[in-house]
């Protein structure tokens, strides 16, 4: 069960409640809310009361969006602003910091949750958390603790049962007095992505419609992980892509780029009441 929330108070969030962050990596915001539409999107649909919500990615890849998205800038309200935020930084003269903004004095959410007494998670997908060399370090490094294995990877057609599997073992792991926050990359819709099409080939590659597959193979398995996420206490979940990518839109592929398909991405927010 979830409730849906436009703007919630997150000082009394904050220490109440549990967090669930779910990035669904690279995914399109035209394919997101055409899929949701057509309704197939059953799980996902049960919490968007309202459909997706259109916003601009804070950057064009993984790396940067996620270490803008870890210093409280979520992706922004595709609308003229300005846009109050949930969780922002001390910093003089910031106009999207408002009463409901939980203000930290650490320089990213991460640190702050773990100061207000979380214990802070992530579940890795796509190589920037794949702690296999320096880089692939830094957004892991941020977290109390932090999973990789290659079955989480954008590699593995079961990479968001596996990564589900692990979040059930940590949430069973936890005190539960233990305020919980779970970041959860999710490869799935990364190319390569055509393994989730049934009838499509290697040879063919990826394309908008193994995009859309991927993000059904999604929604096939994340009832799973919000009913773990919800049941130790109320739990508020954010979940959103990264970034888009191209598939031949202009003669673009990929991301990285400036290009519409990149910047425009689906939000959501809303809170999932404990079922314990």
Same mark, same amino acid.
Not at 77 to 89: Q, T
Not at 132 to 160: C, N, R, Y
Not at 163 to 185: M, S, T, W
């Given at each position: 069960?979830?409730?849906?929330? $436009?703007?919630? #108070?997150?000082?009394?969030?904050?220490?109440?409640?549990?967090?669930?962050?779910?990035?669904?990596?690279?995914?399109?915001?035209?394919?997101?809310?055409?899929?949701?539409?057509?309704?197939?999107?059953?799980?996902?649909?049960?919490?968007?009361?309202?459909?997706?919500?259109?916003?601009?990615?804070?950057?064009?890849?993984?790396?940067?969006?996620?270490?803008?998205?870890?210093?409280?800038?979520?992706?922004?309200?595709?609308?003229?602003?300005?846009?109050?935020?949930?969780?922002?930084?001390?910093?003089?003269?910031?106009?999207?910091?408002?009463?409901?903004?939980?203000?930290?004095?650490?320089?990213?959410?991460?640190?702050?949750?773990?100061?207000?007494?979380?214990?802070?998670?992530?579940?890795?997908?796509?190589?920037?958390?794949?702690?296999?060399?320096?880089?692939?370090?830094?957004?892991?490094?941020?977290?109390?603790?932090?999973?990789?294995?290659?079955?989480?990877?954008?590699?593995?057609?079961?990479?968001?049962?596996?990564?589900?599997?692990?979040?059930?073992?940590?949430? $069973?792991?936890?005190?539960?007095?233990?305020?919980?926050?779970?970041?959860?990359?999710?490869?799935?819709?990364?190319?390569?992505?055509?393994?989730?099409?049934?009838?499509?080939?290697?040879?063919?590659?990826?394309?908008?419609?193994?995009?859309?597959?991927?993000?059904?193979?999604?929604?096939?398995?994340?009832?799973?992980?919000?009913?773990?996420?919800?049941?130790?206490?109320?739990?508020?979940?954010?979940?959103?892509?990264?970034?888009?990518?191209?598939?031949? #839109?202009?003669?673009?592929?990929?991301?990285?780029?400036?290009?519409?398909?990149?910047?425009?991405?689906?939000?959501?927010?809303?809170?999932?009441?404990?079922?314990?």
């Amino acid at each position: 069960m979830s409730t849906h929330s $436009a703007q919630p #108070d997150m000082n009394e969030v904050i220490g109440r409640d549990d967090l669930l962050l779910v990035t669904l990596d690279t995914l399109r915001f035209d394919v997101a809310a055409e899929l949701l539409a057509a309704g197939r999107l059953p799980n996902l649909a049960r919490h968007l009361p309202g459909g997706w919500e259109k916003r601009h990615a804070p950057g064009s890849f993984t790396y940067a969006s996620h270490q803008a998205i870890f210093a409280g800038f979520l992706p922004t309200p595709a609308r003229p602003g300005p846009h109050p935020r949930l969780f922002a930084s001390r910093f003089a003269g910031s106009e999207t910091t408002a009463g409901r903004t939980f203000v930290y004095d650490t320089p990213d959410l991460v640190s702050a949750l773990a100061a207000a007494g979380y214990r802070t998670v992530c579940l890795g997908g796509v190589g920037f958390f794949n702690k296999q060399g320096a880089l692939g370090s830094v957004l892991p490094g941020m977290f109390q603790e932090s999973h990789w294995e290659a079955e989480f990877s954008v590699a593995s057609p079961t990479s968001f049962e596996v990564q589900i599997e692990r979040a059930e073992q940590v949430i $069973a792991g936890l005190p539960q007095d233990r305020r919980l926050f779970l970041f959860v990359n999710v490869s799935a819709l990364h190319q390569p992505n055509w393994f989730h099409l049934p009838g499509a080939t290697k040879d063919a590659g990826d394309s908008r419609e193994t995009h859309a597959a991927a993000l059904e193979y999604v929604d096939r398995h994340i009832g799973r992980l919000f009913a773990a996420a919800g049941s130790r206490r109320r739990c508020f979940a954010i979940v959103c892509s990264d970034h888009g990518t191209a598939y031949g #839109d202009d003669g673009f592929t990929g991301h990285r780029l400036g290009h519409e398909a990149v910047w425009t991405v689906p939000y959501a927010q809303f809170f999932l009441e404990a079922t314990a």
